[in-house]
T-cell receptor, first 114, second 115 residues
Framework: GENVEQHPSTLSVQEGDSAVIKCTYSDSASNYFPWYKQELGKRPQLIIDIRSNVGEKKDQRIAVTLNKTAKHFSLHITETQPEDSAVYFCAASLGPGGYQKVTFGTGTKLQVIP | DVKVTQSSRYLVKRTGEKVFLECVQDMDHENMFWYRQDPGLGLRLIYFSYDVKMKEKGDIPEGYSVSREKKERFSLILESASTNQTSMYLC??????????????FGEGSRLTVL
């Protein structure tokens, strides 16, 4: 089955700096890669996703890049703010939609220091 | 707004007890999932279902079973709870087809403690 590895497990940055979280996946058939943000005590929520036919996607201060050949994808957050502090999970699936099993990474706890 | 509701936020059970965790979604989603969340281990898939009465094992199904008798409801069952099943359990749902995103909508979680 699919295996998703995520690094680092914790990340501290100064407010205004950039943060990068990296993930690798094992199943070359995976074609959908979402990122979820979980604030303390709350449910995970989708913040951005990318499909395997796209190399990069941006949404304001966040961007995701995908390298299918190397089977890795990354989340980039620029101009970090205290409200970006949360746990971030990457995931991979044979999706979107359809018969999908979503496999998550182990999470990265991001702390933005004011 | 999609709403995924888990029946219990906090439960305390004793070893050997049978435990039911209920999840209801109101968006007519075909897919439903049960994950457990443990520190350092992320979200691990226990079971998922893509249709009524259908179920598929996830990565850690041992010690668990599920039931999906109605489209909106997906139940997780611990036949005989053990201390290593102490965890946060998250239910999620998503659309099967006709969507350009595979977004999972999560419930608020059920924190289970087995003594």
């Amino acid at each position: 089955g699919e295996n998703v590895e995520q690094h680092p497990s914790t990340l501290s940055v100064q407010e205004g700096d950039s943060a990068v979280i990296k993930c690798t996946y094992s199943d070359s058939a995976s074609n959908y890669f979402p990122w979820y943000k979980q604030e303390l005590g709350k449910r995970p929520q989708l913040i951005i996703d990318i499909r395997s036919n796209v190399g990069e996607k941006k949404d304001q201060r966040i961007a995701v890049t995908l390298n299918k050949t190397a089977k890795h994808f990354s989340l980039h957050i620029t101009e970090t703010q205290p409200e970006d502090s949360a746990v971030y999970f990457c995931a991979a699936s044979l999706g979107p939609g359809g018969y999908q099993k979503v496999t998550f990474g182990t999470g990265t706890k991001l702390q933005v220091i004011p | 707004d999609v709403k995924v509701t888990q029946s219990s936020r906090y439960l305390v059970k004793r070893t050997g007890e049978k435990v039911f965790l209920e999840c209801v979604q109101d968006m007519d989603h075909e897919n439903m999932f049960w994950y457990r969340q443990d520190p350092g281990l992320g979200l691990r898939l226990i079971y998922f279902s893509y249709d009524v009465k259908m179920k598929e094992k996830g990565d850690i199904p041992e010690g668990y079973s599920v039931s999906r008798e109605k489209k909106e409801r997906f139940s997780l069952i611990l036949e005989s709870a053990s201390t290593n099943q102490t965890s946060m359990y998250l239910c999620a749902s998503s659309r099967l087809a006709g969507s350009n995103t595979g977004e999972l909508f999560f419930g608020e979680g059920s924190r289970l403690t087995v003594l």
